[in-house]
């Protein structure tokens, strides 16, 4: 069985993740276009592989827990902080109608532009700036995904979440983090804890 297949195989097995518009998504964005040369041959390999910049594009299950915790709709606008290789952003590209994908690090930015126009994907806009304070010219948003690990949730993200909205994002220092779901019920924000799971720094005002 392919790589890619027996993945989703995985995943099916183990009941972490059985939706299948996830699954389609997955098997519809190829991750070999998002990691370097030398690390093609192990894009289905379940782990975070190094990008540019020190930085990783992230593990599949991971990314798919996420995902899966966003409860994505096709009307969705979804803003990312940690556009990275672009990846991530891609797959919410095939779940939601519109994604706002912020990255800190020049080089990074350029990188997810391409390999998403790699890809073809046109509702995916790739912002280079800090996206500890949101983006406030396209908000309120749906839903938020964090993929950097924050000491805490900066609070513009909780004012551009959407009333109804769900917001995902690890919490901590270097090392391991928290991954919490937040959800905007009449203005008030529950959270429920997903796991542990390690991310590199956010960087800039909220790191
Ligand atoms: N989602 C990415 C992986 C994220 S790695 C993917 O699918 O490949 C985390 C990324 O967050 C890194 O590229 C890092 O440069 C970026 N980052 C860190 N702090 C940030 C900030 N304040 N605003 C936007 N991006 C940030």
């Not at 991954?179 to 590199?200: H, P």
Request: with cysteine.
């Amino acid at each position: 069985m392919p790589p890619k297949e027996s993945l989703i195989d995985h995943w099916r097995a183990t009941g972490r993740i059985t939706d299948k518009r996830l699954l389609d998504a997955f098997r519809a964005v190829l991750r070999e276009k998002f990691v370097l040369q030398e690390y093609k041959e192990r894009a289905y390999d379940d782990v975070a592989l190094p990008i540019i910049e020190g930085q990783t594009i992230s593990q599949p299950t991971t990314v798919m827990i996420m995902l899966q915790a966003l409860e994505l709709k096709k009307t969705d606008v979804v803003l990312e902080i940690g556009a990275g290789s672009g990846y991530n952003a891609a797959l919410l590209s095939k779940l939601a109608k519109k994604v706002y994908t912020i990255e800190f690090l020049k080089p990074l930015a350029d990188f997810a532009k391409k390999n998403l126009a790699s890809c073809g994907i046109k509702n995916v806009v790739v912002i280079h700036g800090d996206g500890g304070t949101g983006y406030p010219k396209a908000a309120p948003f749906d839903k938020i995904i964090i993929t950097a690990a924050c000491p805490s949730v900066p609070p513009q993200l909780f004012e551009q979440l959407k009333e109804g909205g769900i917001h995902v994002a690890p919490l901590g220092q270097t090392g391991v983090q928290e991954m919490f779901t937040f959800k905007k019920i009449k203005g008030t924000i529950s959270r429920e804890l997903l796991g542990l799971f390690q991310f590199v720094p956010l960087r800039g005002e909220y790191g």
